[in-house]
């Protein structure tokens, strides 16, 4: 069966513009979560939806905001980005919402310049 | 208190050879124990988990320690292979339908397997 996949795969953007990051979870996984990779912070989470509701949010300014559409699809929006903000983000689903194994996208590799 | 400690941040081994990762933690809480392995332009994929009700698990190569009273859980991978050669995170949750789950990782260890 098909993975996560996140769309785009690479993005390039300039300080202060938006950004708004796309992840389609596996067939009949309703939890889709969001993690910052990057060198020096390591894996950190963003924020959980599960049936379109957020259910748990991470340490992240406002900056960063997500949503769940009824099929299950998430979005992820940073607005007025800064450098700091480049970093791998990955999308991860799982069938529920609590402790159970997640299943990880390739990522969206965003570059702020 | 949500911090997750992993060590060590390299390690080489050679091909045949066992790899043991550490990691400690802190919030009692806790209580979903995965390993994940990533490879380079991929996300992280789960390898194995455990809950705090059993002290070890296995899974062919891959065995998970778990030790309550000390909070601490460590990865074998035994017979490694050069294949294994990847990045190896582990997390902890506390995860419940009814607030959310949310992952803690450690801060990783890049294993090489030399063959």
């Known amino acids: 069966k098909a993975g996560v996949t996140q769309t785009p795969r690479y993005l390039i953007k300039t300080r202060g513009q938006q950004v708004t990051l796309s992840c389609s979870p596996i067939?009949?996984?309703?939890?889709v979560s969001w993690y910052q990779q990057t060198p020096g912070q390591g894996l950190q989470f963003l924020f959980e939806?599960?049936?379109?509701?957020?259910?748990n949010k991470g340490n992240f300014p406002g900056r960063f905001s997500g949503r769940q559409f009824s099929n299950s699809r998430s979005e992820m929006n940073v607005s007025t980005l800064e450098l700091g903000d480049s970093a791998l983000y990955l999308c991860?689903?799982?069938?529920?919402?609590?402790?159970?194994?997640?299943?990880f996208g390739s990522g969206t590799r965003l570059t702020v310049v | 208190q949500q911090q997750v400690k992993q060590s060590p941040q390299s390690l080489i081994v050679q091909k045949g050879g066992i790899s043991i990762i550490n990691c400690a933690y802190e919030n009692t809480a806790f209580d979903y124990f995965p390993w994940y392995q990533q490879f380079p332009g991929k996300g992280p994929a789960l390898l194995i988990a455990i809950r705090p009700d059993v002290s070890e698990k296995k899974e062919g190569r891959f065995t998970i320690s778990f030790n309550k009273s000390a909070k601490q859980f460590s990865l074998h991978i035994m017979d490694s292979q050069p294949g294994d050669s990847a990045t190896y995170f582990c997390a902890a949750s506390n995860g419940q339908e009814t607030s959310g789950s949310r992952l803690t990782f450690g801060e990783g260890t890049q294993l090489t397997v030399n063959p």
């Open positions: 939806y599960f049936s379109e509701t957020q259910r």
């Open positions: 991860a689903s799982s069938r529920w919402t609590g402790n159970y194994g997640y299943t």
């Open positions: 067939s009949g996984h309703r939890s």
